[in-house]
């Protein structure tokens, strides 16, 4: 325990063990190992910023920064002005992604035939993440459904891996 401005606070042991479940999943992931690996973002840049944004939306409370430090995978977690110089630094870099995407539309490169892959691969990554979704809150899992979820998984996998050559852009792939 510990005080902060008066009150004293403490990290849900249940919470913070689901939360670190879901990140420990989410790392064994291959879909997003070769997101991550791929983007502007480093592991700990996204699992900082993971905590940030969905820790609060998983225990429905308002969570300090010192517990939400306290969070990441490190056995002791880190401090606050760690945590959040990493998160500083992954909202950087998802502002300047996000920049780089507004500049492409405003330059009509979205247009090029060369960037309808990624696009179809997206669309393939939402449609497989809803699936999967669905799956686990049906509880109703059977052979068939893996099978075919694995099989769109080895895609997906397949199709950002081949994505993420610059060639790719290139046109002559």
Same mark, same amino acid.
């Given at each position: 325990?510990?005080?902060i ?40 840049q ?12 998983i225990?429905?409370?308002?969570i300090?920064?010192?517990? #939400?430090a306290?969070?990441?995978? &490190? +056995?002791? *977690?880190?401090?606050?002005? %760690?945590?959040?110089?990493? =998160? ?12 780089t ?12 035939p ?21 799956l686990l ?12 979820? #694995?099989?769109?998984?080895?895609? &997906? +996998?397949? *199709?950002?891996?081949?994505? %993420?050559?610059p060639?790719? =852009?290139?046109?002559?792939?």
């Amino acid at each position: 325990m510990y005080s902060i401005k008066g009150t004293v606070a403490m990290i849900d042991p249940a919470l913070k063990n689901e939360i670190q479940r879901w990140l420990v999943s989410l790392n064994k992931d291959p879909i997003f190992k070769i997101l991550l690996k791929n983007s502007n973002l480093t592991r700990v840049q996204a699992e900082t910023f993971l905590i940030d944004v969905l820790a609060e939306k998983i225990s429905e409370k308002r969570i300090v920064y010192e517990d #939400k430090a306290k969070l990441r995978l &490190i +056995e002791t *977690g880190v401090s606050r002005g %760690s945590f959040n110089r990493t =998160l500083a630094q992954a909202r950087r870099n998802i502002i300047r992604s996000i920049y780089t995407v507004i500049l492409l539309g405003y330059l009509g490169i979205f247009d090029d035939p060369r960037l309808f892959p990624y696009i179809e691969i997206s669309n393939k990554i939402r449609a497989y993440s809803e699936r999967y979704r669905e799956l686990l809150e049906s509880g109703e899992v059977n052979e068939d459904q893996i099978r075919i979820l #694995k099989t769109l998984q080895e895609e &997906i +996998e397949k *199709g950002l891996f081949t994505l %993420s050559k610059p060639k790719v =852009l290139s046109g002559k792939t």
